[in-house]
């Protein structure tokens, strides 16, 4: 028994350390930093700009509605879309085309995409070609929720889809034979039985998305400023580190809060 | 059999295959109200495929499938009269035992008061009473079993299906659920349509059998009849232990095997038809030599309960299973004795109706 748990302990020395410099050392420098000033001394006074601001507050909300909104979305198009996938013959491949974009690098899906809605981009040459006029697509609230939503969309299906999968395809057709519609074994049978893979797509989705930076300025246009874009901002271009690490501090209090809601309950064997 | 009283459901020349596959072919027959059917045959012999055809979840790329006198072909699962209880009891794991068997019910939107009835009436019936609330996880092997029964149930099926319901469970629970089964089949007079590979258990269960091997019937008929008179080398090997050996139909009611004449009740073939003939091991004795229709030396004995099975060896090399109440002693020289009744004949490649047919013609009579 003691052997075995020394052997435990050194296998886990790699992650503990890991754990340590990369996760331990930066929230609580992120914590420090929030809690002092420019002079180095302890103060409250960053979390108070926070809330008696009236930036930060529309900012957080901001964040939250956009993250529901890219969650929402994704779920609707994800939650139909795996329930299919399951019945489909050559799921493999389908299942395959879904996760090959998110091999890409996101940049470059996204400069990828100011290629295609820009004022010159194929879409707006489609558009002038059956003379419909070239329209500005970018830089506003539905191109940067529309390009989000793309992103995401893989993270929200495939915990969905392998929940659904792992669902006994005879629980379905004993559904079936005691007289239920499609509609009924989905919203009894199926959404019930996949709601831990539901769960894991809205964390998968909803937790990035509050703190979504790039699009923001490359998509958006800077016409969204949420959280994420708050923290680019202090830290890199007024270098406030310490009102930047304040908003970091909220952000991952967010997320903890979104954890808490999302996690697995009556786990059963 | 006169069949004045209509089907409940009848199978016209039904024919199915997945990707070039044949499964079933030209496979047709009728299932009366209120009797207990048994789907008897080896695994992949498509006893699934015919329960699945008649509950609506596959569809017959030939024939008809008749309802009540109705085809049913295109009328789809969830409003087919019929109900599963399927092999791993697909219970729905995010219900308790009541709303598990309320979920039929629940979707005819019955009025509460009704719904409360029923459940409570079905768990009553397979003795769960006290269930009612249980989560699904909280249940023994044979509890599962029993919810997925009254599950089934609790929709007031015409014609309830069963695939292989019992394979899960160990041998004395399986015995005392085939004969609740059976019970509760006789109390509620609805069709049964049971699927098993287990054929003691089909015997024991069934008013009528169907034997299926290779997506075809090969032959169906009360368990007496079928183990009495199988049709043909499959039959007589798959139900009961058997003894086949290659003869010939001198003429009728006269057979020749292991290079004898003996006198039997088989009649009706061409004379020196070549045949298979049948003995069951229970049908033969060991008798002194003298007394024997054959010769026979005890090559293996092994005790078995109830009675000792005993292998025997002819002069010819042919193996003889015997079932004996008394020991013997391994290598000793003993007579084989039959009656004429034991041998049982078949013909090759005898269709049903043909075999059927002949048996009527000297035995009806
Ligand atoms: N969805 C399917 N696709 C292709 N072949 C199938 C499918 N379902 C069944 N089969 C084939 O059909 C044949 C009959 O299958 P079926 O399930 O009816 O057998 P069974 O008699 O119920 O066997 P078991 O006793 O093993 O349950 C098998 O050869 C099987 O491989
Ligand atoms: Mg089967």
């Not at chain 1, 420090?32 to 601001?53: C, K, R």
């Not at chain 2, 008749?66 to 109900?83: C, M, T, W, Y």
């Not at chain 2, 015409?158 to 005392?176: G, H, I, M, T």
């Not at chain 2, 005890?298 to 000792?308: L, N, V």
Request: charged share 20%; proline share 4%.
């Amino acid at each position: 028994m003691k052997d075995n748990s020394r052997a435990k302990i050194f296998f886990a020395i790699p992650y503990i350390s890991w754990l340590a410099v990369f996760v331990i050392v930066p929230i609580g420098l992120l914590i420090y930093q929030s809690l002092t000033n420019v002079q180095g001394s302890f103060t409250l006074a960053n979390f108070h700009e926070f809330i008696t601001s009236n930036v930060y507050l529309p900012m957080a909300f901001n964040s939250v509605f956009y993250a529901l909104i890219i969650t929402l979305i994704t779920f609707m198009i994800s939650f139909p879309a795996a329930y299919v996938l399951s019945h489909l013959k050559h799921r493999q491949l389908w299942l395959m085309l879904i996760i090959l974009p998110t091999w890409i690098n996101v940049l470059l899906k996204t400069y990828a995409f100011l290629g295609l809605l820009s004022k010159s981009g194929i879409i707006n040459q489609l558009f002038s070609t059956f003379g419909l006029g070239t329209h500005n697509l970018l830089f506003n609230h539905v191109s940067f929720i529309f390009v989000a939503v793309y992103l995401e969309l893989p993270f929200m299906l495939l915990p969905i889809y392998n929940s659904i999968n792992e669902i006994d395809p005879d629980i379905l057709k004993a559904s079936r034979d005691l007289g239920a519609k499609p509609i009924n074994t989905l919203s009894q049978l199926v959404f019930p039985l996949s709601i831990n893979g539901i769960k894991s797509g809205i964390q998968a989705v909803f937790i990035p998305s509050l703190s979504l930076f790039m699009l923001t300025t490359l998509i958006g246009g800077n016409k969204v400023m949420t959280l994420g874009s708050a923290i680019e901002l202090h830290f890199i271009v007024t270098q406030n580190w310490h009102m930047g690490s304040t908003i970091a501090i909220i952000l991952i209090l967010a997320m903890a809060v979104t954890m808490y809601f999302t996690r697995e309950r009556g786990k059963r064997k | 059999m006169d069949k004045k009283v209509l089907p409940v459901i009848e199978f016209k020349n039904v024919g199915l295959s997945f990707d070039n596959n044949t499964i079933l072919k030209n496979v047709s027959f009728e299932i009366e109200a209120g009797q207990f059917y048994t789907l008897l045959g080896p695994s992949g012999s498509g006893k699934s495929t015919i329960l699945n055809l008649i509950s609506g979840q596959l569809s017959a790329d030939a024939g008809e499938i008749l309802f009540d006198g109705k085809v049913i072909n295109n009328i789809p699962a969830e409003s087919r009269r019929v109900n599963t209880v399927f092999q791993n009891y697909a219970l729905f794991p995010n219900m308790t035992v009541f709303d598990n068997v309320a979920f039929g019910p629940k979707l005819k939107k019955l009025p509460k008061d009704t719904i409360k009835a029923k459940v409570r009436e079905m768990l009553a019936l397979v003795k769960l009473e006290a269930f009612e609330n249980r989560a699904i996880q909280e249940l023994s092997g044979g509890q599962k079993q029993r919810v997925a029964i009254a599950r089934a149930l609790a929709n007031e099926p015409d014609v309830l299906l069963l695939d292989e319901p019992l394979s899960a469970l160990d041998y004395k629970l399986r015995k005392q659920m085939q004969s609740e089964l059976r019970a509760i089949q006789k109390r509620l007079g609805i069709t049964f349509i049971f699927v098993t590979h287990d054929q003691e258990e089909a015997l024991a269960m069934s008013d009528w059998i169907f034997i299926m091997n290779d997506g075809k019937i090969q032959q169906n008929g009360t368990p007496v009849d079928i183990y009495d008179e199988p049709i043909n080398h499959f039959v007589a090997d798959f139900i009961g232990e058997s003894n086949i050996v290659n003869g010939v139909m001198k003429q009728d009611y006269l057979v020749n095997f292991v290079g004898k004449d003996f006198e039997n009740l088989d009649a009706g073939m061409r004379p020196n038809e070549a045949v298979e003939v049948v003995l069951r091991p229970e049908d033969l004795d060991l008798v002194p030599i003298e007394q024997g229709k054959l010769v026979v030396t005890i090559a293996d004995q092994s005790f078995r309960g109830d009675f000792y099975e005993i292998t025997a060896i002819d002069d010819d090399g042919n193996e003889w299973k015997v079932q004996a109440t008394n020991p013997s002693s391994v290598g000793a020289r003993v007579g084989l004795d039959f009656g004429p009744e034991d041998i049982h004949v078949m013909r090759f490649n005898e269709s049903e109706d043909d075999f059927d047919a002949r048996i009527e013609s000297y035995e009806g009579e």
